[in-house]
T-cell receptor, first 115, second 112 residues
Framework: DQQVKQNSPSLSVQEGRISILNCDYT??????FLWYKKYPAEGPTFLIS?????DKNEDGRFTVFLNKSAKHLSLHIVPSQPGDSAVYFC??????????????FGRGTQLTVWP | KAGVTQTPRYLIKTRGQQVTLSCSPI?????VSWYQQTPGQGLQFLFE???????NKGNFPGRFSGRQFSNSRSEMNVSTLELGDSALYLC???????????FGPGTRLTVT
């Protein structure tokens, strides 16, 4: 069962514009969410995270928004740069229960930023 | 701080053999989790260790096993390799369970 879903397999954005990557989850026990950037044959690089007690977290060009009632989060990249082109993974975890210490991943969104 | 290290980075094995992969977490991190990435299944959780104890295990057959040492370094072992075990194996390090997952570069395993 896919508890974290990224429904857009790809996104193409012009350099300088905003990139918005979306993620939905089904498990209401998730209380910590992360975004990773990944290149083929490399490990995921951590970008930004958010705890369920917040609805927004910013770090430079990256902002993550969390809507708990909709079980939805999004990553905004502003402005987008060609170097941002990669696969972006959304992940979720729970700080309690049998799923503690485990990350659930979406299938990823391939972001392409063109000049 | 040095990042998460995984060895070896690349490995080619034959069906039926066994393999051991190693992960050294970030200094001070005590939780290590393992993931398998394949094109068809995406990133799948294998298991998680904290203080030398396996606390969580994903839906993988018993051929997949692991352990954690007192210095928090972890190993995973796959016995009787199958072609479908070809994947990128990733290790994540956390200061404590459920927080701050930082990944290593991965080990690319090819089974022929």
């Amino acid at each position: 069962d896919q508890q974290v879903k990224q429904n857009s397999p790809s996104l193409s954005v012009q350099e300088g514009r905003i990139s918005i990557l979306n993620c939905d989850y089904t498990n209401s026990m998730f209380d910590y969410f992360l975004w990773y950037k990944k290149y083929p044959a490399e490990g995921p690089t951590f970008l930004i995270s958010i705890s369920s007690i917040k609805d927004k977290n910013e770090d430079g060009r990256f902002t993550v928004f969390l809507n708990k009632s909709a079980k939805h989060l999004s990553l905004h990249i502003v402005p987008s740069q060609p170097g941002d082109s990669a696969v972006y993974f959304c992940a979720a975890s729970s700080g309690r229960g049998s799923t503690l210490g485990r990350l659930y991943f979406g299938r990823g969104t391939q972001l392409t930023v063109w000049p | 701080k040095a990042g998460v290290t995984q060895t070896p980075r690349y490995l080619i094995k034959t069906r039926g053999q066994q393999v051991t992969l190693s992960c050294s977490p970030i200094s001070g991190h005590r939780s290590v989790s393992w993931y398998q990435q394949t094109p068809g299944q995406g990133l799948q959780f294998l298991f998680e260790y904290f203080s030398e104890t396996q606390r969580n295990k994903g839906n993988f057959p018993g051929r997949f096993s692991g352990r954690q040492f007192s210095n928090s370094r972890s190993e995973m072992n796959v016995s009787t390799l199958e072609l479908g075990d070809s994947a990128l194996y990733l290790c994540a390090s956390s200061p404590s369970p459920g927080q701050g997952f930082l990944f290593g570069p991965g080990t690319r395993l090819t089974v022929t």
